[in-house]
């Protein structure tokens, strides 16, 4: 591990858009400053960067009363950025994809084995960095122990999307088991981690897990959409790509439940084009749309229920709109 620079690093308190801007500094630094084995594929990441959505939810969480965020918030911002982005780098392994974020895929660029070792590198590199956080002065949990109990539902999120490729019979609750873990558990800890830093009661706790699950799964769920929905150049991947690939998300199983139909002509292969307009026609889009807006409405009442500033209060309901596709955060 590189010492980052005292100019990349602040011991006063920031206000939002420091505090975001400080985490954009430290990512850039921890990937440029990497061991020489690997710089040249951490400064590849490096070129392009991220929306930072599951930073900027730890940094909103993490505002305490005088809407002021702690400097070892922003490490634990940068550490689940760095997560993430292994998790992007091995995704892309599996699924054999040619770009990410716009650029050539790490793999595609310098071979498989050195992007999964970038990517477990990635993983040690973050959990190192917030394990240097000091430890937050009460009997609340420590962050670093927060982080490796996620990413162990991550990885088991992964594994049962894995084990149901092409699996047609996939129900609705056992794809809302894989989507919790595979991208819900990863938000539910930055907004656990983020409450830890606020100084605020610990009854909280729940509430912002639970809004932490909720807006992973909207993400989730709009991605879906998205991919019927959104053409290449708005996404910077491809589209139409979930069943080519063999993932099965909810606007196919609702599709899929409502034509008997379909099932064959999707085993058979289908284009993806037909298969589009079938999932359209069956009321796939609309009805996942729908379980959006239901989870939508329910987190902004939770949010509400927080005795928070009003700053606060519309960081968290900004975060969640982006999170639904509605605004950009």
Same mark, same amino acid.
């Given at each position: 591990m590189?010492?980052?620079?005292?100019?990349?690093?602040t011991?006063?308190?920031?206000?939002?858009?420091?505090a975001?801007a400080?985490?954009?500094?430290q990512?850039?630094?921890?990937?440029?400053?990497?061991?020489v084995?690997i710089?040249k594929?951490?400064?590849?990441?490096s070129?392009?960067?991220?929306?930072?959505?599951?930073?900027? !939810?730890?940094?909103?969480?993490?505002?305490?009363?005088?809407d002021?965020?702690?400097?070892?918030?922003?490490k634990?911002?940068?550490?689940?950025e760095?997560?993430?982005?292994?998790?992007?780098?091995h995704?892309?392994?599996?699924?054999?994809a040619?770009?990410?974020r716009?650029i050539k895929?790490?793999?595609?660029?310098?071979?498989?084995?050195?992007?999964?070792?970038?990517? =477990?590198?990635?993983?040690?590199?973050?959990?190192?960095?917030v394990?240097t956080? =000091?430890p937050?002065?009460? =009997?609340?949990?420590?962050?670093?122990?927060?982080?490796?109990?996620?990413?162990?539902?991550v990885?088991l999120?992964?594994?049962?999307?894995?084990?149901?490729?092409?699996?047609?019979?996939?129900?609705?609750?056992?794809?809302f088991?894989?989507?919790?873990?595979?991208?819900a558990?990863?938000?539910?800890?930055?907004?656990?981690?983020?409450?830890?830093?606020?100084?605020?009661?610990?009854?909280?706790?729940?509430?912002?897990?639970?809004i932490?699950n909720?807006i992973?799964l909207?993400?989730?769920?709009a991605?879906?959409c998205?991919?019927y929905e959104s053409?290449?150049?708005?996404?910077?991947?491809?589209?139409l790509?979930?069943?080519? !690939?063999?993932v099965?998300t909810?606007?196919?199983?609702h599709?899929?439940?409502?034509?008997?139909?379909?099932?064959?002509?999707?085993?058979?292969g289908? =284009?993806?084009?037909?298969?589009k307009?079938?999932?359209?026609a069956?009321?796939?889009?609309e009805y996942t749309?729908?379980?959006i807006?239901?989870?939508?409405?329910?987190?902004?009442?939770?949010?509400?229920?927080?005795?928070?500033?009003?700053?606060?209060?519309?960081l968290l309901?900004q975060?969640?709109?982006?999170?639904?596709?509605?605004?950009?955060a």
């Open positions: 590189t010492d980052l620079t005292k100019e990349a690093l011991s006063e308190k920031l206000n939002y858009e420091e975001v400080e985490t954009s500094l990512i850039r630094h921890l990937l440029k400053s990497a061991p084995a710089r594929m951490t400064v590849h990441l070129g392009a960067p991220g929306k930072m959505i599951r930073a900027k !939810s730890l940094l909103a969480c993490a505002l305490d009363e005088a002021r965020i702690s400097p070892d918030a922003v634990a911002a940068a550490s689940v760095l997560i993430h982005l292994a998790t992007l780098v995704d892309d392994v599996i699924d054999q040619d770009k990410r716009g895929a790490l793999h595609q660029k310098f071979g498989q084995k050195y992007a999964v070792l970038c990517g =477990d590198w990635l993983l040690c590199v973050a959990l190192e960095w394990s956080i =000091d937050i002065d009460n =009997d609340r949990e420590k962050i670093s122990r927060v982080f490796p109990g996620y990413m162990t539902e990885c999120g992964e594994l049962r999307q894995n084990q149901n490729m092409h699996n047609y019979r996939l129900s609705e609750r056992q794809y088991q894989t989507i919790r873990g595979k991208t558990a990863l938000f539910e800890a930055c907004f656990y981690g983020g409450h830890l830093f606020s100084g605020e009661p610990e009854m909280y706790k729940e509430i912002y897990t639970k932490g909720n992973g909207i993400f989730q769920l991605d879906d998205a991919d053409t290449q150049k708005e996404t910077k991947k491809p589209v790509s979930d069943c080519s !690939s063999g099965i909810l606007p196919l199983i599709a899929l439940k409502k034509d008997s139909a379909l099932k064959e002509k999707v085993e058979t289908m =284009d993806p084009i037909h298969l307009e079938a999932v359209v069956s009321g796939g889009l749309h729908g379980k807006q239901r989870l939508h409405l329910d987190t902004v009442r939770l949010i509400r229920v927080l005795d928070i500033s009003s700053e606060k209060s519309a309901e975060l969640l709109n982006r999170a639904a596709g509605k605004t950009h």
